[in-house]
């Protein structure tokens, strides 16, 4: 082949996908997402870890604001082997022209983060520079999580599986299906006495049984 008809193909394909980015809005019709599945085991002794909570939180960026937003939480809980699956999904109307996902464990006894911080991260739209899809697309991955102990305090304790209930339960979300973190949560929070007694601590505890009851009741 001709190196002038290979020119003319070239440029054929990148007018076309410069027509299609042109008539494309920057935020995606559609954000879809693959299977994410892995195993969570024990840092120190390669053990799995069973019935453990798996936390994912999707955040969205978008041209209107300068900071994420999350659109969409999960949280499935382990088997006795530490295996867990997240299923596909699509979802409209997320206002995102980017987006991941992060994820988090719960588990009394470990750390709620592994040490390294696991991400999803989208498929790129652009090729040559333009963008030829209108969805955005996270990819199907397989991901391999260790904790380690939990070595603080009872109020650090306290904080941390605080900070992650209100992370991975989104407040402005288009879809919410925590309830089980907030469940494993609040169990753990019936051997940490002295959580209840702190004010601060206490009113997220309410504000987390709100939002439990507001998930239980969508499930009926």
């Not at 290979?6 to 299609?20: C, P, R, S």
Request: glycine content about 6%; overall charge neutral; hydrophobic content about 40%.
């Amino acid at each position: 082949m001709k190196k002038s008809r290979i020119a003319k193909i070239v440029f054929g394909l990148w007018a076309v996908l410069f027509a299609y980015s042109a008539l494309s809005d920057d935020l995606a019709k559609h954000v879809i997402a693959g299977e994410v599945s892995g195993v969570v085991i024990d840092k120190e002794t390669g053990k799995p870890i069973p019935d453990a909570i798996v936390a994912m939180r999707f955040e969205r960026g978008n041209t209107g604001h300068s900071s994420p937003h999350c659109f969409r939480s999960i949280a499935v809980q382990a088997d006795e082997q530490g295996r867990f699956r997240f299923a596909s999904w699509s979802q409209e109307k997320t206002l995102a022209n980017h987006a991941y996902g992060e994820l988090v464990v719960h588990k009394p006894g470990y750390k709620t983060r592994p040490s390294e911080r696991l991400l999803v991260h989208e498929e790129s739209r652009e090729f040559l520079g333009i963008r030829y899809s209108n969805d955005l697309h996270l990819p199907a991955t397989t991901v391999h999580i260790e904790l380690g102990p939990w070595l603080g305090s009872e109020a650090e304790r306290t904080s941390e599986i605080f900070g992650i209930a209100g992370d991975f339960s989104c407040v402005w979300q288009a879809y919410n299906d925590s309830l089980p973190l907030l469940l494993s949560i609040r169990e753990e929070m019936k051997t940490l006495p002295s959580a209840k007694i702190e004010t601060n601590a206490y009113s997220i505890y309410m504000v987390m049984e709100k939002k439990i009851l507001e998930l239980q009741s969508a499930k009926k």
